[in-house]
């Protein structure tokens, strides 16, 4: 199948459009090609350095915080 994957670094993301992915036919866990591998790996290192040059913004990215509850002893 193919799929869009989302990379992430630092406090950038980007989505890696067309990925074929290979699908485990007992139990339907996704794995990924060497060159996906490698395309998300040198993808996540230059979100990391902030290096988006070239990359075509697609909208906005946004942060929902997690919400805790009160634990016990802790206001
Ligand atoms: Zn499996």
Redesign the pocket.
């Given at each position: 199948m193919v799929k869009d994957l989302l990379v992430q670094a630092g406090n950038h993301a980007a989505l890696l459009r067309g990925e074929e992915i290979g699908e485990?036919t007992?139990?339907?866990?996704a794995f990924y090609t060497p060159n996906t591998v490698r395309r998300m790996e040198a993808l996540e290192v230059r979100l990391g350095r902030g290096d988006v040059a070239g990359l075509k913004p697609i909208g906005q990215l946004f942060a929902v915080e997690r919400v805790f509850e009160n634990p016990k002893g802790f206001q």
């Open positions: 485990c007992a139990c339907g866990e």
